[in-house]
């Protein structure tokens, strides 16, 4: 693909150069034709080649993400059920109180 990028954006230049060593051509004739046949069909066409992996890396991307948020919300649960069934006093001979009150459904 790399390739094919080089090989037009060399085209499109040489079109550049002989824009403006034309006996009529200009110097902003030559950067229009190299940015409208060079570098704006050339970006069109990479950044189209490009998506799958663009969104690839997205999809890897929320994956981790999401497999971290499950990791910290389960060693969370884990520290706070191992807290909650110790149920050994603390050092005033106090019983723990519970973190979280019972929530049951209103009738």
């Given amino acids: ?22 006996t009529q051509g200009t110097l902003l004739g030559a950067l229009v034709t190299f940015v409208l046949y060079g570098l704006l069909p050339v970006a069109l066409v990479v950044y189209l080649m490009l998506a799958p992996a663009r969104r690839k890396l997205l999809r890897a991307r929320e994956a981790a993400e999401f497999a971290a948020q499950n990791d910290a919300q389960k ?13 050994e006093p603390d050092a005033g001979s106090h019983a723990p109180a519970d973190a979280v009150a019972p929530v049951r459904k209103e009738p």
């Fill in 1 to 22: 693909m790399y390739l094919v990028v080089i090989a037009w954006v060399y085209v499109a230049l040489m079109m550049a150069v002989a824009e403006a060593t034309s």
């Fill in 75 to 87: 060693e969370a649960q884990n520290d706070a059920r191992s807290a909650a069934s110790a149920g």
